[in-house]
């Protein structure tokens, strides 16, 4: 009886040990993750609204906003008719302009004024998957692309947005694109003094 006994007593605590974890695992590590999928969430709102109210309000807040909630400007080329040629421009400009591939995040870095916050070239369809071009990796034409820059920390250090803003008008003249802002509305100059400050 001993030894028939063990192996159902065993059974038994690893049945009740499995339904522990379980228990754990639903009460403790899915809140978790729903918490940080939620934070993950967030954000893009939160930048959407952010850059909505500045041109009702337009002398006070932009100063505030761009230091204070603003994490980086966002300007989208979308490319009218997307292809090998369009690529071929592509490279071409971003060589011009001294662009460097980050083979981490996949996308180019554009030095400009401050080499300590470089200008983001990402490909905006999909989001941030940039192939690297001036080595001639095969990929899909590319549709647009997204210009980013985070804010400078102080107003008087903006050198930055203004080479930022000069790319951008100039893709767009250069790629004769749809230039949109962050709320994905066309861009305008109100757009770019915003950006300025």
Same mark, same amino acid.
């Given at each position: 009886?001993?030894?028939?006994?063990?192996?159902?007593?065993?059974?038994?605590?690893?049945?009740?040990?499995g339904?522990?974890?379980?228990?754990?695992?639903?009460?403790?590590?899915?809140?978790k993750?729903?918490?940080?999928?939620?934070?993950?969430?967030?954000?893009?709102?939160?930048?959407?609204?952010?850059?909505?109210?500045?041109?009702?309000?337009?002398?006070?807040?932009?100063?505030t906003?761009?230091?204070?909630?603003?994490?980086?400007?966002?300007?989208?080329?979308?490319?009218?008719?997307?292809?090998?040629?369009?690529?071929?421009?592509?490279?071409?400009?971003?060589?011009?302009?001294?662009?460097?591939?980050?083979?981490?995040k996949?996308?180019?870095?554009?030095?400009?004024?401050?080499?300590?916050?470089?200008?983001?070239?990402? *490909?905006?369809?999909?989001? #941030? /998957? $940039?192939? %690297?071009?001036? @080595?001639?990796?095969?990929? &899909?034409?590319?549709?647009?692309?997204s210009?980013?820059?985070?804010?400078?920390?102080?107003?008087?250090?903006?050198?930055?947005?203004?080479?930022?803003?000069?790319?951008a008008?100039e893709? *767009?003249?250069?790629?004769s #694109? /749809? $230039?949109? %802002?962050a709320? @994905?509305?066309?861009?305008? &100059?109100?757009?770019?003094?915003?950006?300025?400050?």
């Amino acid at each position: 009886m001993d030894m028939t006994s063990l192996p159902v007593l065993l059974a038994f605590a690893s049945l009740l040990l499995g339904v522990v974890a379980a228990l754990i695992f639903i009460y403790v590590v899915m809140p978790k993750r729903r918490r940080a999928r939620e934070k993950a969430v967030e954000p893009t709102p939160t930048v959407a609204k952010d850059t909505t109210p500045p041109p009702a309000e337009e002398p006070p807040p932009p100063s505030t906003k761009r230091t204070g909630k603003v994490k980086q400007h966002s300007l989208f080329v979308i490319f009218n008719q997307p292809d090998a040629s369009t690529d071929a421009r592509l490279t071409e400009w971003l060589r011009e302009k001294g662009a460097h591939y980050d083979a981490i995040k996949k996308v180019f870095l554009i030095d400009g004024q401050q080499p300590s916050n470089p200008i983001t070239v990402a *490909n905006a369809f999909p989001p #941030g /998957d $940039m192939p %690297d071009l001036l @080595r001639g990796e095969t990929h &899909e034409p590319i549709r647009g692309v997204s210009l980013l820059v985070k804010p400078p920390l102080h107003k008087r250090r903006n050198q930055q947005m203004h080479v930022y803003v000069e790319l951008a008008k100039e893709m *767009n003249e250069t790629f004769s #694109g /749809d $230039m949109l %802002d962050a709320d @994905r509305e066309p861009a305008s &100059e109100s757009t770019y003094a915003q950006i300025i400050g």
